[in-house]
C-alpha cells in the first residue's frame, strides 16, 4: 500500500513526521510523495497559532478530496488532532482517524486497527506474566530510526519536548505537556547513527533547547550535550533553535567558544523589550538582562549571528512600549529577526487580558518592524563582503548557472543562502572555502578561494 505524508509546522513535528514515515516503512508500505498517488495520506498538523490552524484545515479539506479518487485513508496527526479532535471529528468526517500528540506511543497499533481491522491485535499482557516474557515497546519519543526526509547534509534532532515555561499567550504546554528532555545516552545514540548515515550537520531543537536536561538532571545540561557531541568525528557543524535569554548561561558560552563545531549562531526568541509586554507575557527576563546578554554574546563571540524572534500587538502593548521595541531592534541589529502578531489563544492565560489591540494596529505594527529589519539586513549582509566563510554545498539552482549551499550564518529553509558560480564540479555535502563578493537582498554571492 503507497503512503504519503505532509508535514506542517515547526522542526519539531518534522521530526515526528519522519519516525512515523520510518514506523510505515518497517511494515513494509511504500512512501510517495504524490498524492494523487498515495491510498494513505497523513497529514501532522501544527494547532499553535491562528494561522498555523487555518493552514493545516485547508490542508485537510485538500486531501479529503483525493478520498474520491484513490486514496483509501486519510489520517491527521499532531497539535491540532490534540488540541480540536472532537471539534474536528464532527466538522471534517471525511478523515478516517485523528492521532492526537500525546498518543504517539500507540500510534501504529491505531492505524493497524484502522487500515487493517481483521489483523489480530496482540492482547495486552497480564501483569501476572514474568517481567522477562514481557515485551518492551521503545516510547515513540525514544525511537532513533527515522526516515530523513531534509536531504543529505543535515538533520534535526530533538533533544526534548514540551515546556514549563508557560508564557501567557502560548499554547504549546497545554498541547505538548511540560518540558520532557529525552536522556544524553539516548541522544548521543541517535546522533551517532546520523553521522554514521552521512549527516554532517546537527541540528538540535526543542521548545526551550537552553532547559534541556533540567526536568532529568536537575539542572541544565546542553552544554554537557554539547561537548559531547562534539566528540562524534564525522559531524562537522552543530547548531542548536531556541535559546531562551535567561538560560544563556556563561558555561554555554565557554564551550561554544572552545568547540569550533558548534556555529557560533544564537536563535533567542526574546518577544520584546519592555519590561511592561515581558511581566505581562509571564517572560522571565527583563529588558535590562536581555540588553546585557545581546551586549555579552557580541563581544565573547565577535562573529556570532543572532536571530530573534518578537510579537507584535501583545495585550496591553502601548505606543510607548512598541517604540522601545522598535529602538531596540534599531540598537541590537540582529542578523535575523522574525515578527509576528499577537494570536489571541484560547485557554491561554492572555486570552482574557484587558487591552486588545486592534487589527489594524497590529499590522501596522509588524510592518514598520518588518521595514526597519529589512534595511539593517541588507546593511549585515554587506558588511560580510570580503570575509571569508566554510559554505557546504547543497546543490545547484534550476539552470545550473550558481551552486548554493550554507555556512555556519544560515539556518536551512529559515536563513539565506550563499551562491557560487559553477566554474568548478561540486559534489553535494563537499564544505569549500569561499570568499564573499556581493550581496542581494537576504543572500550572498561568493567565490572559492
Known sequence: MKVGFISLGCNKNLVDTEKTIALFQKHQYTIVNNPEEAEVIVINTCGFIESAKEEAINTILEMAEYKEENCKYLIVMGCLAKRYKKELEKAIPEVDLYIPYGSYDTLWEQIEQLIEPSKKMPQKLSQKVPQKAQQKVEPFEELIERTITTGENYAYLKIADGCSNCCTYCAIPKIRGILKSRTIENILQEAELLAQKGYKEIILTAQDTTKYGIDIYGKPMLATLLEKLCQIKQIKWIRFLYAYPETITDELIKVIKQNPKICHYFDIPIQHISNNVLKKMNRQSSGQSIRMLIQKLRKELPDVILRTTVMLGFPGETKKDFEELYQFLKEARFEKLGAFSYSKEEGTAAYSLAGQVHPST????????????????????????ENEVEVMIEGLTK???????????????????????????????????????????????????
Open 362 to 385: 497590529k499590522k501596522s505594527r509588524y510592518n514598520k518592524i518588518m521595514e526597519l529589519q529589512k534595511q539593517i539586513s541588507k546593511e549585515n549582509l554587506e558588511n560580510k563582503i
Open 399 to 449: 539552470k545550473g548557472k550558481y551552486y548554493f549551499g550554507r555556512s555556519y550564518m544560515d539556518v536551512p529553509e529559515i536563513d539565506g543562502v550563499i551562491y557560487i558560480p559553477n566554474n568548478q564540479e561540486l559534489k553535494i555535502g563537499e564544505i569549500v572555502n569561499c570568499k564573499i563578493t556581493k550581496v542581494t537582498e537576504y543572500d550572498l554571492i561568493g567565490k572559492i578561494i
